[in-house]
């Protein structure tokens, strides 16, 4: 890997521990306001609407200039609206803000990967890009729990400045400003981002002709019959993933009698088993055989039912961390090979918009769906029991139209490890 790849991992993993240990912080702001249990996923809701809502202008803006340039920008919104949480804007708001910062930041961090390295070293690098950001989860989210329980929480509270008043009177609000200086270091790293060389040709900045590109783009890579395997899996990953983050908070409460704080613990091993998977699939699945791993889907849907009958911490660590690295598993191939369909087919920026808003609006979906059941009053065993039977159901659908998309022509043949040339270089 070249040397400025390195720095793109450091500059995503910071920003990325930021984001993370940042939800459960806000979850704890939304505990101390004594907000209703179902609006704890609407954070997560808020956070993602950027992703679908900007699909058609962010790609532009990703290609519009040197994608460390665009990483720093994108990273200074986060810091904004992490610093709203210290005045009196709602949480929900102001982790908005921050979604609306990673969402731009997105298609410059995954568009870059195709402008340093080729083809050839995709599924590697999205083996490191996604252990980085799982290994950003797990630290993230036990961040998050550490900064906010009691024992740290009274320990920073207690630190005096006589000359500063700082106006920080809860766990909730000490965690906050520590994370704002994690996303301070990922804006430090993204300064020594290097320029690619990569240009494209110059960005509409009619709102119009955005749409109807961006329109086009969506339709082409749905048609493609390497993409829409590719961009139905990771939509459906991202999708679940976000739900797994509250269905594991939820569940580690009733059914293990943990606290958020340790809690979020849990949610860490889940990302722990991610970064197991991602590691083994960035050493052991090339490009040409990423389709290969679609069945370890099907098994992580018929894996989660299980978490039902665990009331053991010791037995939960280990059930979590064998679906996430399933998860892992699959998704990494997956998301390569629609990197690389993606940069074949259109520019890179563009590409990655496109796969964001896809991915993004399933989790909007599938967050509100969840929110409903919470408010229906739905026992969290009969949500994990719906959530596991639909991961399955919908990855056999996707293995169906593989296997006929293949009886039509070898859609495999269509993958080019080495010499492809990207468009609007």
């Known amino acids: 890997m070249r040397r400025g790849f390195y720095t793109i991992m450091a500059a995503q993993f910071f920003s990325s521990l930021a984001d993370n240990a940042l ?42 200039m040197p994608k460390g340039r665009v990483m720093l920008i ?72 550490v900064l906010i329980s009691p024992k740290v929480a009274g320990a920073l509270l207690s630190l005096d400045f006589p000359a500063l008043e700082t106006g920080i009177d809860t766990p909730a609000e000490s965690a906050i400003l520590v994370i704002a200086c994690l996303y301070g270091v990922a804006a430090l790293f993204n300064l020594r981002i290097p320029d690619t060389g990569a240009r494209y040709e110059r960005q509409s900045r009619n709102p119009v002709t955005l749409l109807k590109d961006f329109a086009h783009c969506l339709s082409t890579l749905w048609q493609d019959k390497l993409g829409q395997i590719s961009l139905a899996v990771t939509t459906l990953f991202w999708g679940a993933g976000a739900t797994l983050q509250f ?44 389709l290969r791993v679609l069945p370890c ?21 280990s059930l979590l961390v064998i679906i996430g690295a399933l998860a892992g598993f699959f998704v990494v191939p997956m998301n390569a090979l629609l990197q690389h369909r993606g940069h074949v087919l259109m520019s890179a920026g563009h590409s990655i918009a496109v796969q964001n808003f896809n991915e993004n609006l399933m989790v909007l979906i599938m967050l509100a769906l969840y929110a409903v059941l919470i408010r229906a009053d739905w026992h969290i065993n009969t949500i994990i029991i719906t959530f596991g039977a639909m991961v399955a159901v919908t990855m056999l659908a996707v293995i169906a139209l593989h296997r006929a998309n293949q009886r039509r022509f070898d859609s495999v043949g269509l993958i080019q490890v080495e010499g492809d040339s990207p468009h609007g270089h």
């Open 74 to 145: 994108t990273n200074a919104i986060k810091v904004i609206g992490c610093g709203l949480m210290f005045f009196t804007v709602h949480p929900l708001l102001a982790y908005a803000i921050v979604g609306l910062g990673a969402a731009a930041y997105s298609p410059a961090k995954y568009g870059i990967l195709t402008e340093l390295l080729p083809p050839s070293k995709l599924v590697a690098a999205n083996g490191w890009i996604e252990g980085t950001t799982v290994g950003s989860i797990i630290l993230g989210t036990v961040l998050g729990g």
């Open 247 to 290: 269905i594991v908070l939820k569940w580690a409460e009733v059914q293990l009698g943990l606290p958020l704080s340790r809690a979020a613990v849990l949610q860490g091993v889940v990302a722990v088993g991610i970064a197991l998977g991602a590691v083994l699939a960035a050493r052991v699945i090339p490009l040409k055989g990423s």
């Open 297 to 317: 889907g099907v098994a992580m849907g018929v894996i989660v039912p299980m978490m039902t009958l665990v009331h053991d911490t010791s037995v939960a660590y």
């Open 23 to 64: 939800l459960i912080a806000a979850i704890a702001l939304l505990i101390e306001m004594h907000a209703p249990e179902w609006m704890k996923p609407l954070l997560k809701l808020f956070f993602t609407i950027s992703y679908v809502l900007l699909a058609p202008f962010v790609g532009p803006f990703a290609d519009s």
